[in-house]
């Protein structure tokens, strides 16, 4: 399992928080680098386009998942 710092923790929860539908902008990049880093990979970040939506939204529930499973590790 990948290892965050207790402040990279918080980030996680702030900016997760603040994502409800639709991928801001300028959280976009963050999302797409945390997601590659929790799954220890190096994908290409996708287009922001609607035929990108899976890939981002698998992106988003796999961060999701991660700050839910440190929530019940605490």
């Given at each position: 399992?990948v290892?965050?710092?207790?402040?990279?923790?918080?980030?996680?929860?702030t900016?997760?928080s603040?994502?409800?539908?639709?991928?801001?902008?300028?959280?976009?990049?963050?999302?797409?680098?945390?997601?590659?880093?929790?799954?220890?990979?190096?994908?290409?970040?996708?287009?922001?386009?609607?035929?990108?939506?899976?890939?981002?939204?698998?992106?988003?529930?796999?961060?999701?998942?991660?700050?839910?499973?440190?929530?019940?590790?605490?």
């Open positions: 399992m290892e965050f710092t207790e402040e990279e923790i918080e980030e996680l929860k900016n997760i603040q994502i409800k539908g639709r991928i801001p902008e300028h959280l976009a990049g963050w999302v797409w680098g945390t997601y590659n880093r929790i799954n220890g990979s190096n994908e290409k970040q996708p287009c922001g386009c609607k035929s990108a939506a899976g890939l981002w939204g698998k992106a988003y529930n796999t961060i999701l998942d991660y700050v839910k499973g440190l929530n019940n590790d605490r």
